[in-house]
T-cell receptor, first 112, second 113 residues
Framework: DADVTQTPRNRITKTGKRIMLECSQT?????MYWYRQDPGLGLRLIYY???????NKGEISDGYSVSRQAQAKFSLSLESAIPNQTALYFC???????????FGQGTRLTVV | GEDVEQSLFLSVREGDSSVINCTYT??????LYWYKQEPGAGLQLLTY?????DMKQDQRLTVLLNKKDKHLSLRIADTQTGDSAIYFC?????????????FGKGTKLSVKP
């Protein structure tokens, strides 16, 4: 089984709809992240969480919200999706003293 | 803010060496990473280097770190078509009290037979 699982893998939604992307990890790590990838722009950090009670905005948090339901679960919500939120979204996790971040397979979101 | 820069494209012939370069701005970075992303897949850690090292070798991969110039490079020897992917440089930024990963925009490596 994958260390980091994202659901759904692909989603097409309409402008104005609310959508939630889910992420769960089996690494037992405290830190979890949501990134967005756009062609030519690399990965940009949306939100990150260093433990269940700690949520922080990243570089591009506007239009997004997150919930850390448990150590292993970190979900990303788009309250009212817009077309420029069409992108590939990655969840990641890392340990506090660990050198490596583990990534999910990504969720391809299309907003029409 | 912190920034990681890398060129967007690199094309090499199979069997040649590839060198992917990266510059970063945060002199207090503790770790620097190279991640590989194959088409349709997530990111996979290739290798990393601790900031007090200047070189690390792992089979076909050689990482060089010039801390003075804040320059990191990844050399892939005997490049194969299976090495075609996007390579991301990242720094672990420990500004403030906790660390984040800052990624470059990625270098797309194309390997021609």
């Amino acid at each position: 089984d994958a260390d980091v699982t994202q659901t759904p893998r692909n989603r097409i939604t309409k402008t104005g709809k609310r959508i939630m992307l889910e992420c769960s990890q089996t690494k037992g790590h405290d830190r979890m992240y949501w990134y967005r990838q756009d062609p030519g722009l690399g990965l940009r950090l949306i939100y990150y969480s260093f433990d269940v009670k700690d949520i922080n905005k990243g570089e591009i948090s506007d239009g997004y919200s997150v919930s850390r339901q448990a150590q292993a679960k970190f979900s990303l919500s788009l309250e009212s999706a817009i077309p420029n939120q069409t992108a590939l979204y990655f969840c990641a996790t890392s340990g506090a003293g660990n050198t490596e971040a583990f990534f999910g397979q990504g969720t391809r979101l299309t907003v029409v | 803010g912190e920034d990681v820069e890398q060129s967007l494209f690199l094309s090499v012939r199979e069997g040649d060496s590839s060198v992917i370069n990266c510059t970063y701005t945060d002199s207090s970075s503790t770790y620097l990473y190279w991640y590989k992303q194959e088409p349709g897949a997530g990111l996979q850690l290739l290798t990393y280097i601790f900031s007090n090292m200047d070189m690390k070798q792992d089979q076909r991969l050689t990482v060089l770190l010039n801390k003075k110039d804040k320059h990191l490079s990844l050399r892939i020897a005997d490049t194969q078509t299976g090495d075609s992917a996007i390579y991301f440089c990242a720094e672990r930024y420990d500004g403030g009290s906790q660390g984040n990963l800052i990624f470059g925009k990625g270098t797309k490596l194309s390997v021609k037979p």
